[in-house]
């Protein structure tokens, strides 16, 4: 009927819906069309195009979607030994236009397909690639040729929409996945292009390039970007498809390409057409080697020709700014290549690196000014991409670097002077300041930037004092500006300040730097001892950005970041171990306009702190005290608020907030048993009723509550060394208030229920799971000694799962990881507790396991098959034992599940299907936890194995079956029906071999078993 409407529809629309109807039931996986109804509307849709050419683009691109998914879907169906859908060529020669479209959606793919594996996608494209992709590509570069030696009339639509389909079906061939590695675009910088061997007579015949740099000089700036984007796949070709003589040749004829477009840049004015030249030039270094380039014939001059380039385009540096990435990546490459240069002829980077360094920070430094005036964008605010120039501009300005830093003094100096002039001037205009904070950011980003380019090249003394000059400059400033902080501060220059620190600390102060890494040439005046500035320098700049910015946090969060271990023997670091308070760090205090969101950072400031105190705290309990006394006063204030009927609930949020996340950043630190266990000492059972009364309080409140649970998560987490806690202190604190406040909330809107409910229950199931599988306890002391706190929280735990539908344990990645692993714990060492649940909660764990096998996330996907495995295997073993005659019975939840598993078999049997289809049709990337529940399922349901194992051999072609029938045998050959680990491990062995087995029987099959027929 869909395609009754599509002949009779003369709505565009209704033509579109039976195109998009036909190309799902095409798809469809369950009872698949026949081969001759797929035949019969793969050539009505031919006919279609072909007898009515003025229909609706949409229309037409949603028919060519249909033919290319029939082609795609049925590449492999034989009729009469012959592959029917394979004549791509032939089945389009009647429609030219059409003809370059259908073929254009044939290698570019039709819209993601899931319904079938990722395997089989795979083996028709290297099919279509090995039989079809070369011809197509032959035919459009010959059709190119006959159209650059024609006057085409391009205002003619037709005709326009003809080289444009045409260029775009070659770029596709060119761009094809050729080895299936599904590159990422972001990385195309980096990427090569994998021709096939048969491919290279013709990129050995130099017309072919030349066809595209003819084109793109003969041809209007719209159809450029095409033209330049297919030369940039032909000049990333792989090296090994040349031999050395081939590849000088290929490099020679394009170079000379590229010399030809930089002496006419004209089209170059277009961004697009720019952006690709762009991507061509940074190939030419990508694919090619210094030593290489050298050698072509026109080289000085082409050099000369890109420096040129590149210099006015970084003076232009509004126009494209996301194309100067590759230019950057160009000269990059070839500064890094300079010390491996063995070719005898000049490279003449000398010359011009210094001039491109010039030019980048000249530019920069000349965009404050129009940024400010014209209220333009800054690029400073998008730290990733300076982060990534800076990245570049590093290996380019260690090239030369005599001239690099002084072009940077000289700058700085006078950055610095204008700004020391404009402080002191009292008619100093706040845009002029601004301005100068501007240029003294972009230098001190750029200094830091070239310091830390040491890495990349073998330094010497005089270039060590070099950094010595440039870094003097850098503290004077910070010494200025610390100065000022407490009447102003610019945010962005305390970044780049920063920025400077993480760069100086990586090359001269860290850990692992060598005791020959030494600023040598420092004035004296400015140090007495190199060390006591090093440590002096950055425990100062720690101080002041805490002090007076300590309500950013960007700056709060990069400078603790910058810590140094070998800081904590400063006489100052002792002070901040011992008042760590909001007297002297004010973030530390109670800001009432910040939300309790803003206090994150105070967690890293304490595992900074927690840090510093581990080096020589040992078992020290009395220096332990000395520094958890500003908490303990927290506490004591919370407990006092708490104590009243009125109190100022802002104010106590503020301040427990603040102090969980102190005690949360302490606890990341403390990782030794004796510190861990002298603060949970601390907290149990004197602070807890606190942490219990504010959930009782505020269970509502996510941003008071998930602090809370994560402290207690935290502090639940197994570290190196099990703790024997008292069992009751672990479960009794689980804060079973919020475990059963928040089942009260009722319905929670869609857009808000993770953040209210969700994430909160996500985090209590984290902190079980760390308790139970902690080794904290023998679990059997709690029915010893009748103590219920473990099955009240296993009790709890079951409640919340009830208020969870099944569809967001997988659509939250953070539920569904805790969820499962949670119930890896339960399922491993807690059955019984599973087999005594009523049955509809036994039907939910189930079906959640029965989803999570089929996750896209590997970890839940193991987890469920680990949790399966356990069931699995408690369910054999009691099976085995109800048929022996034993003097003593089933225990009452044992012959209970048994009851509840022989009532609803198709649970088990639907994830026997499950995991069967994966192993055989899917890329399994977890096959080994795969296997383990597999052999338990095929023992627990032999017959319905059975009947699936014959539905499989059956639906194989007639000379198939026998070898597929053998796959089967073989993975149950020297099997016995134990659950014993020899007899799982061999399984597993088999059913490798029998992985690969069936892969390679249905390699040329045109037809296999349906997974969802496998599951019905």
């Known amino acids: 009927k869909w395609q009754l409407l599509l002949g009779r529809g003369s709505s565009s629309y209704s033509q579109l819906l039976a195109a998009t109807c036909l190309t799902k039931l095409v798809s469809r996986t369950n009872n698949p069309l026949p081969l001759e109804q797929r035949v019969d509307i793969r050539n009505y849709v031919l006919n279609y195009l072909a007898t009515r050419p003025k229909l609706a683009t949409f229309v037409t691109q949603a028919l060519i979607q249909l033919y290319a998914r029939i082609t795609k879907l049925g590449w492999f169906d034989c009729q009469k030994d012959e ?113 096939p061997t048969s491919w290279r007579s013709a990129f050995l015949d130099s017309s072919t390039l030349q066809l595209f740099f003819d084109l793109y000089h003969s041809i209007p700036p719209s159809f450029s970007p095409l033209v330049l984007s297919c030369l940039v796949q032909i000049a990333s070709v792989r090296r090994s498809l040349f031999n050395n003589a081939e590849r000088a040749k290929f490099l020679s004829h394009l170079v000379d390409g590229v010399k030809r477009i930089l002496e006419n840049p004209q089209s170059l004015s277009d961004p697009n057409n720019y952006h690709e030249f762009c991507r061509l030039l940074a190939r030419l270094k990508s694919n090619y080697q210094l030593g290489e380039l050298v ?81 333009l964008e800054d690029p400073l605010e998008d730290t990733g991409l300076v ?86 400059r850098v503290l004077q400033l910070m010494n200025l500006t610390d100065s000022r902080l407490a009447q102003a501060g610019n945010e962005k220059l305390e970044l780049a300040m920063l920025s400077f620190f993480e760069q100086f600390r990586k090359i001269y102060i860290g850990d692992q730097v060598q005791k020959s890494s030494k600023v040598r040439a420092w004035p004296a005046q400015q140090l007495e001892q190199l060390e006591q500035l090093q440590f002096q320098v950055f425990l100062a ?255 709890t735990f079951i409640k919340l799962l009830l208020s969870i539908p099944h569809s967001d344990l997988l659509d939250y990645p953070k539920l569904s990881q805790s969820y499962y692993s949670l119930l890896e714990v339960l399922t491993q060492d807690h059955m019984n507790f599973i087999a005594s649940l009523e049955p509809h909660v036994i039907m939910y764990i189930l079906s ?36 022996k005659k034993r003097s003593t019975p089933l225990a009452q939840e044992s012959d209970r599940f048994l009851h509840i598993m022989q009532q609803h078999p198709e649970m088990i049997q639907q994830m026997l299907s499950t995991v069967l289809n994966i192993i055989i049709f899917e890329d399994c990337r977890n096959q080994w936890s795969m296997s383990r529940p597999l ?8 017959k319905y194995f059975s009947d699936l194992r014959n539905s499989i051999v059956n639906s194989q072609p007639p000379e198939k079956q026998q070898a597929m029938h053998l796959c089967f045998e073989n993975l149950m050959e020297g099997i016995e029906r134990n659950l014993l680990t020899k007899n799982r491990d061999r399984f597993t062995q088999n059913l490798s071999a029998f992985r690969r087995e069936v892969n390679d029987s249905m390699k040329n099959s045109s037809y296999g078993v349906n997974s969802n027929d496998m599951m019905s």
């Not at 079906?169 to 090569?192: A, M």
């Not at 990546?329 to 360094?357: D, G, I």
């Not at 980003?445 to 000059?469: H, K, L, N, P, W």
């Not at 089929?854 to 949790?867: Q, Y």
Request: a negative charge; one cysteine or more.
């Open 848 to 883: 959640s396991i029965s989803e999570g096998l089929t996750a896209l996330d590997t970890m839940v996907c193991t987890g469920c098959c680990s949790c399966l495995d356990h069931i699995v295997t408690y369910l054999f073993k009691q099976l085995s034992r109800s048929t």
């Open 387 to 472: 982060q990534q120039q800076l990245d570049q501009l590093s290996t380019i300005g260690r090239c030369e670097y005599e001239k690099t830093c002084a072009l940077l003094v000289q700058l700085f100096d006078q950055a610095a002077q204008s700004y020391q002039e404009l402080l002191q001037s009292a008619s100093a205009s706040p845009m002029d300041l601004a301005v100068q904070e501007g240029r003294l950011t972009w230098l001190v980003y750029i200094i830091g930037a070239v310091i830390g380019g040491r890495v990349s090249f073998a330094s010497t003394d005089e270039q060590d004092a070099m950094d010595g000059e440039l870094v003097c």
């Open 935 to 942: 052999l338990g399922l095929i023992l627990l349901n032999e």
């Open 83 to 195: 592959y029917v859908f394979r004549n791509v060529i032939n089945d389009v020669t009647r429609f030219l236009q059409v003809r370059f479209l259908l073929q254009n959606c044939c290698i570019s793919g039709v819209p993601a397909d899931t319904s079938h594996p990722l395997t089989k996608h795979r083996k028709i494209a290297s099919s279509f690639r090995d039989s079809s992709l070369f011809d197509i590509f032959t035919l459009s570069c010959s059709l190119l040729k006959q159209a650059s030696g024609k006057n085409l009339n391009l205002n003619d639509e037709s005709q326009h929409g003809l080289l444009m389909q045409l260029l775009k079906l070659t770029h596709n061939c060119l761009n094809f996945d050729f080895i299936g590695t599904s590159t990422d675009e972001s990385s195309d910088d980096l990427c090569t292009v994998q021709i």
């Open 541 to 795: 700049k720690h101080i002041t950005n805490l002090k007076y910015w300590g309500r950013c946090e960007p700056i709060t969060s990069k400078t603790l970041q910058l810590s140094v271990r070998k800081l904590v023997k400063l006489s100052a670091v002792q002070f901040m171990l011992n008042n760590h308070t909001s007297e002297h760090f004010s973030f530390l205090g109670i800001n009432n306009q910040s939300n309790l969101t803003d206090m994150r950072c105070r967690t890293t400031f304490y595992t900074a702190l927690g840090r510093l105190l581990m080096v020589d705290l040992g078992e020290d309990e009395d220096q332990y005290e000395q520094f958890m006394l500003p908490l303990t006063a927290a506490f004591e204030t919370v407990a006092q608020m708490f104590s009243t009927n009125s109190f100022n609930e802002q104010e106590a949020k503020r301040t427990l907030v603040g102090l969980v996340r102190d005690l949360r950043g302490i606890a990341f630190a403390f990782n030794a048993k004796s510190s861990f266990m002298m603060l949970f000492e601390w907290i149990y059972p004197s602070y807890m009723p606190i942490l219990q009364r504010a959930i009782e309080l505020w269970y509502h409140d996510p941003a008071c509550t998930t602090p809370v649970l994560k402290l207690m998560a935290e502090l639940f987490s197994p570290p190196k060394s099990p703790f024997l806690f008292s069992p009751k202190s672990i479960f009794s604190s689980l804060n079973p208030i919020f475990w059963n406040r928040i089942l009260t909330l009722g319905e929670v809107p869609k857009d808000q229920v993770y953040a209210l409910k969700l994430k909160g229950i996500s985090i209590c199931f984290s902190m079980l799971k760390a308790a139970l599988s902690g080794s904290y306890v023998n679990f059997g002391v709690f029915r010893l000694y009748g103590d219920d706190a473990l099955d009240n929280a296993l009790q």
């Open 295 to 375: 050698k072509v014939e026109n080289y000085p001059e082409v050099i000369r020709l890109i420096a040129n380039f590149t210099v006015t385009s970084l003076q232009h540096w509004e126009f494209a700014p996301n194309s100067v990435h590759y230019l950057l990546s160009l000269w990059q490459r070839l500064a890094a290549s300079v010390p491996y240069v063995k070719a005898t002829e000049p490279h003449m980077l000398e010359t011009y690196t210094p001039e491109v360094t010039k030019a980048y920070i000249t530019s920069r430094l000349e965009s404050v000014h129009i940024i400010l005036r014209d209220g």
